[in-house]
């Protein structure tokens, strides 16, 4: 196994390495080219050599077995995360609740820079939480959470293109309720509010529709800011967000151009700081 991170590679050294290999399979022996930087051997064959940082993503997507990931993972990655969950090994005291969807896109630490220890996550169809004790899961990691832990911030994550969400419109247009499961139809009940708050003209769907985002999108962010006032009615989260003692932060993650905004009751803003506001409706309209 070559495992190659280069910020470039030219055509002598592509040359070399692939005799190499020839002259390796000839002897019965075997070698792959692994590679984890942004250089890509491949390409150095047919193009002009190009410098390229050799930075790999934290969590780049995974196009091989899971099992075949997890062997990576314990050749890259365990022994560099040893020290850092070294402290961890009695306890853990997290600083968030992050609630988030199922969804596989939505990554919480990579999008918040966090790590082992960070966030205590809860992840549910349509990152909904509920304020009347309907369900024991959600009700116990915000027990867990505020009584236990002692979080000192509970965060929903909403994101584009959500399943839940266009489940909801579905339903609204005449679609098959059933289509999903009893169980899927009866946990939408945590998310139907938020399409009627749609429906009504919350303000966050109006600045969503405003920034170019399309109906789905805009139910998403409406329904971050839905489980926000959730939260407000909370046996436990209420008191604690009253006297300060807990923030709240609603967050919603954008797969297309990989940006975070936030949502609040009456708005959204775009974190990313290098972006320009001005800007903002044709590139939301450009990830659609
Ligand atoms: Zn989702």
Redesign the pocket.
């Known amino acids: 196994m070559v495992e190659l991170n280069a910020d470039y590679v030219d055509h002598a050294f592509r040359e070399a390495l692939l005799a190499w290999q020839l002259q390796h399979h000839a002897t019965g022996g075997t070698v792959s080219i692994e590679e984890h930087g942004n250089t890509v051997f491949q390409n150095a064959g047919h193009q002009a050599p190009r410098r390229e940082e050799a930075t790999e993503l934290p969590l780049p997507p995974r196009k091989e077995p899971l099992l075949v990931g997890v062997n990576k993972y314990h050749r890259r990655f365990a022994h560099h995360l040893r020290p850092l969950v070294h402290d961890l090994t009695q306890g853990q005291n997290p600083d968030s609740l992050f609630v988030a969807?199922v969804?596989s896109r939505v990554n919480p630490n990579l999008i918040t820079s966090s790590g082992p220890g960070d966030l205590l996550t809860l992840r549910n169809i349509?990152n909904v939480v509920c304020s009347d004790g309907r369900d024991a899961s959600i009700e116990s990691a915000l027990s867990f959470a505020l009584n236990g832990l002692r979080v000192q911030s509970v965060v929903i994550c909403g994101?584009t293109n959500?399943?839940?969400m266009n489940a909801l419109l579905a339903e609204a247009g005449g679609g098959d309720k059933s289509s999903l499961g009893p169980a899927f139809n009866q946990w939408l009940d945590h998310a139907r509010p938020s399409y009627a708050a749609l429906l009504a003209g919350h303000p966050v769907g109006r600045q969503a529709a405003a920034a170019g985002y399309g109906t789905v999108d805009q139910l998403s962010m409406v329904n971050v800011a839905v489980q926000l006032a959730k939260l407000q009615e909370h046996p436990v989260a209420g008191p604690a967000l009253a006297d300060g003692t807990v923030q709240a932060t609603g967050l919603f993650y954008d797969i297309a151009t990989a940006r975070v905004f936030q949502v609040s009751a009456d708005g959204i803003e775009n974190l990313d700081p290098g972006f320009d506001a001005g800007r903002q409706g044709s590139v939301a309209a450009a990830g659609r």
């Open positions: 969807c969804d349509g994101h959500c399943g839940a």
